[in-house]
C-alpha cells in the first residue's frame, strides 16, 4: 500500500510563490513518476506537470517557466515549485502516481492567488 500525503497549499497573493510537496509512503520504489493536477472550481481536472521516474519533466504551457518540479529520492518527495502565481492558479493541487499497477492520490491541497 502506498500513501500519498500533499503539503504547502495557502493563499498567496498575485506574483508570490508557494512550494507543494508530495510524500510517498510504504510499498514504493524511491525513483517513481509523479504527476500534478489541479482542479478549479467548475472546471475539469488538469494535468499540469509531470516529473518521470528518471527525473524529466513536462509541464503544461500555462505554467511553462512559472513552475518546476523536483524530486528528493531519499526522502521519497515530490516538489512543485510555483512562482508568479495568478488567481488562474487557484485550484486544488493533487499529486498522483501509478506503482505496480495502481493508482494512487495525495489528499489534495488548496492553493488560492488573490489580493
Known amino acids: 500500500q502506498v500513501q500519498l500525503v500533499e503539503s504547502g497549499g495557502g493563499l498567496v497573493q498575485p506574483g508570490g510563490s508557494l512550494r507543494l510537496s508530495c510524500a510517498a509512503s510504504g510499498d514504493i520504489a524511491n525513483a517513481f513518476a509523479m504527476a500534478w493536477y489541479r482542479q478549479a472550481p467548475g472546471k475539469q481536472r488538469e494535468l499540469v506537470a509531470v516529473?518521470?521516474?528518471?527525473?524529466?519533466?513536462n509541464y503544461v504551457d500555462s505554467v511553462k517557466g512559472r513552475f518546476t518540479l523536483s524530486r528528493d529520492n531519499t526522502k521519497n518527495t515530490r516538489y512543485l515549485q510555483m512562482n508568479s502565481l495568478t488567481p488562474e492558479d487557484t485550484a486544488v493541487y493533487s499529486c498522483?502516481?501509478?506503482?505496480?499497477?495502481?493508482?494512487?492520490w495525495g489528499q489534495g491541497t488548496q492553493v488560492t492567488v488573490s489580493s
Open positions: 516529473i518521470s521516474s528518471g527525473g524529466s519533466t
Open positions: 498522483h502516481t501509478v506503482f505496480l499497477g495502481s493508482a494512487y
